[in-house]
T-cell receptor
Framework: GEDVEQSLFLSVREGDSSVINCTYT??????LYWYKQEPGAGLQLLTY?????DMKQDQRLTVLLNKKDKHLSLRIADTQTGDSAIYFC??????????FGAGTTVTVRA | DTGVSQDPRHKITKRGQNVTFRCDPI?????LYWYRQTLGQGPEFLTY????????KSRLLSDRFSAERPKGSFSTLEIQRTEQGDSAMYLC?????????????FGSGTQLSVL
């Protein structure tokens, strides 16, 4: 995913909020996604946002989209140890293809 | 809805051998995708099927790779004459065309190690 960039690591204390940032390049992307991957597992879809929205909230997750700057963020409120994982940002290219970032490894410390 | 299933979960093979992976998508999903993920990277698109038709193949998919979806249900990905550079996680995903956001659901992947 050279077109999608993310910071590689994030360390957060349990109970604090986590914010993962992502930039993408295709201004015509219709949907942007956040996936979670735990060790040795596949990707779990966490949430998504349509390109005409600025914000989407889903329980502890808040997605912010700045279309002008092509910047996407995922905020996890009240981060728990079970939130430790790799988080991937992805943009939809055309009708069906996803382009992924390299992933942000989130470590939750007690 | 049992999710996307992939088999095997792990495969260890010697260089030069052929390997085949299977993917069973979510039953009503007509779109099926193969992605490859190497250590420290995000998944990279390999190929896409709509029903039984293979509509796109990435340049990453060399001639040693072939994918099929004969009846528009399960799919197989075969790698001939494996090389050490083929070592990766191979992920299958499926989706239903025409959904309002067309979410892709991924399987747990097949981890290939070529010795």
């Amino acid at each position: 995913g050279e077109d999608v960039e993310q910071s590689l690591f994030l360390s957060v204390r349990e109970g604090d909020s986590s914010v993962i940032n992502c930039t993408y390049t295709d201004s015509s992307s219709t949907y942007l996604y956040w996936y979670k991957q735990e060790p040795g597992a596949g990707l779990q879809l966490l949430t998504y946002i349509f390109s005409n929205m600025d914000m989407k909230q889903d329980q502890r997750l808040t997605v912010l989209l700045n279309k002008k700057d092509k910047h996407l963020s995922l905020r996890i409120a009240d981060t728990q140890t079970g939130d430790s994982a790799i988080y991937f940002c992805a943009e939809r290219i055309g009708d069906y293809k996803l382009s992924f970032g390299a992933g942000t490894t989130v470590t939750v410390r007690a | 809805d049992t999710g996307v299933s992939q088999d095997p979960r792990h495969k260890i093979t010697k260089r030069g051998q052929n390997v085949t992976f299977r993917c069973d998508p979510i039953s009503e999903h007509n779109r099926l995708y193969w992605y490859r993920q190497t250590l420290g990277q995000g998944p990279e698109f390999l190929t896409y099927f709509q029903n039984e038709a293979q509509l796109e193949k990435s340049r990453l998919l060399s001639d040693r790779f072939s994918a099929e979806r004969p009846k528009g249900s399960f799919s197989t990905l075969e790698i001939q004459r494996t090389e050490q550079g083929d070592s990766a996680m191979y992920l299958c995903a499926s989706s239903l065309e025409g959904g309002t956001n067309e979410k892709l659901f991924f399987g747990s992947g097949t981890q290939l190690s070529v010795l």
